[in-house]
C-alpha cells in the first residue's frame, strides 16, 4: 500500500499565529498553489482520499477528488490542538509560564486545555492501524497538516519523536510512505 500524504495550501492568517486545531480559511493565493500541486500528482490514480475536516484541507480535497469517489473525512488527521493557545500570537504563547512546561516536554505534555505530542501520535497511530486492514495494493491519498505528517512520519520510519517535530514541512508539500 502506498500513502501519500499531502499538506494543506496557506492559511489565510497572519504569520506568527498558533492556528493548530482551529478552521482558519485558505489564502488567496489557493488557485496558484493548487496549479502546483495538481502538476504533482497529475500522474497518480488515488484508490482512497482522505481528508482532516478542517476547510484548509477540505477544500483542497475536493479539488483533488473525482467526481466518481468520495472524500471521507476523519477527525483523526486534524492538526493538534493548542487549547488556549488557539489563534494566539507565539510571541505571547512564549512568554507564559505554561508554555515553559509544553516547550519542555511537548510530547508529553499538552497545552493548557489541548493536547500533547503524543496525543497526536496516538490519534494517528490509530488511523495507520486502521490503513493497514485496507487493500493492501491501495493508493491512499491523505490531505491533512504538518503535525499529523510529522506523526505519520515518526511511526511509519521509526523516526525519534522528538527530531520530527522539527521536521520542515512545506505547505502543498506531498510525501509518500510504503506500508
Avoid at 1 to 9: G, P
Avoid at 35 to 43: D, G, H, L, Q, V
Wanted: charged content about 25%; hydrophobic content about 35%.
Amino acid at each position: 500500500m502506498t500513502i501519500y500524504m499531502l499538506r494543506h495550501t496557506h492559511p489565510k492568517i497572519d504569520k506568527g499565529i498558533c492556528y493548530g486545531n482551529s478552521d482558519v480559511e485558505l489564502a488567496d493565493s489557493f488557485e496558484k498553489e493548487w496549479i502546483e500541486i495538481s502538476s504533482k500528482i497529475s500522474t497518480i490514480s488515488f484508490d482512497i482520499i482522505f481528508s482532516s475536516p478542517l476547510q484548509r484541507c477540505t477544500i483542497l480535497a475536493e479539488k483533488i477528488c473525482p467526481p466518481n469517489k468520495q472524500i471521507i473525512l476523519d477527525d483523526r488527521l486534524k492538526e493538534l490542538n493548542f487549547g488556549k493557545w488557539e489563534l494566539k500570537k507565539w510571541d505571547e504563547i512564549y512568554k507564559s509560564p505554561e508554555s515553559k512546561k509544553w516547550f519542555n516536554n511537548f510530547i508529553n505534555e499538552p497545552a493548557p486545555g489541548g493536547e500533547s505530542y503524543q496525543d497526536l501520535i496516538n490519534r494517528v497511530t490509530n488511523f495507520v492501524d486502521y490503513l493497514k486492514t485496507l487493500k493492501k495494493n491501495n493508493k491512499i491519498l491523505i490531505i491533512t497538516h504538518a503535525g499529523v505528517i510529522r506523526a505519520a512520519y515518526s511511526i511509519l520510519k521509526n523516526h525519534p519523536k522528538k527530531s520530527s517535530f522539527d521536521l520542515k514541512i512545506g505547505y502543498g508539500q506531498l510525501f509518500s510512505f510504503q506500508i
